[in-house]
């Protein structure tokens, strides 16, 4: 079945091994002059060029929002899942992170700028994604705490593991997604997310509402 069916598909090797595994290295060295400069009083915590640890959905989690490498493959990576989805689909952000042992990514859906979605096993240890394709809400209400009230019984969801240079594709405001306790040392992910371009407020969107691509969420319009 296809991404047009069941709203998800699974891409292998979607980025070739030597890309992906060039991204992630350059990611690690990316958080840990991060780190090093906020350490050492450089920069400050939260500086939006670098990422940060504030991440609200994973907390204490390195992730940066539009980096311009990211960025970058957010572009590469549109004439495949235009193809694939079967839609002109416009750019809007890329969004990274290095997840460490422990974390937990809640059932949740995505804001209206990543109604076309891709996640990308860059490298480190493998760590399903759970989708549920039914499209039901299986979450009562979302906590400030990064944590959700969950339905009785809610659907259990399709588990689906990346290898190194995997995409899934999928419906990002549409169908729920999570990741349970990560028991491995490290993970690091790439999102790419895109607008269907058919719809009337999708170029109002572009780039979420930053004048280029490669610049911080700060400068949304």
């Given at each position: 079945m296809s991404f047009k069916n069941k709203?998800?598909?699974l891409v292998k090797n979607a980025v070739s091994f030597e890309l992906a595994n060039?991204?992630?290295?350059?990611?690690?060295?990316?958080?840990?002059v991060t780190f090093y400069m906020i350490h050492n009083r450089i920069i400050r915590e939260g500086n939006p060029l670098f990422g940060s640890w504030q991440d609200s959905q994973v907390p204490r989690t390195y992730a940066h929002y539009?980096?311009?490498?990211?960025?970058?493959?957010l572009m590469k990576m549109l004439p495949l899942t235009s193809k694939l989805t079967g839609l002109s689909l416009i750019p809007t952000y890329s969004y990274a992170r290095i997840y460490k042992k422990g974390d937990v990514l809640v059932r949740h859906k995505d804001r209206h700028s990543c109604e076309v979605s891709?996640?990308?096993h860059l490298g480190g240890d493998k760590w399903p994604i759970f989708i549920d394709p039914t499209g039901k809400s299986g979450v009562v209400k979302?906590?400030?705490n990064n944590k959700v009230i969950l339905k009785k019984n809610p659907p259990k969801g399709v588990?689906?593991?990346?290898?190194?240079?995997d995409m899934m594709i999928y419906r990002g405001c549409d169908l729920e997604h999570w990741r349970t306790r990560f028991k491995g040392k490290t993970c690091a992910q790439v999102f790419l997310h895109y607008n269907d371009a058919s719809k009337p407020e999708a170029k109002?969107?572009?780039?979420?509402k930053r004048v280029m691509l490669g610049l911080p969420?700060?400068?949304r319009g």
């Open positions: 709203k998800y598909e060039f991204i992630f290295n350059y990611f690690l060295m990316h958080r840990d539009g980096n311009q490498v990211m960025d970058t493959l891709t996640t990308i979302a906590l400030s588990s689906v593991n990346l290898n190194v240079g109002l969107n572009t780039f979420d969420a700060t400068t």
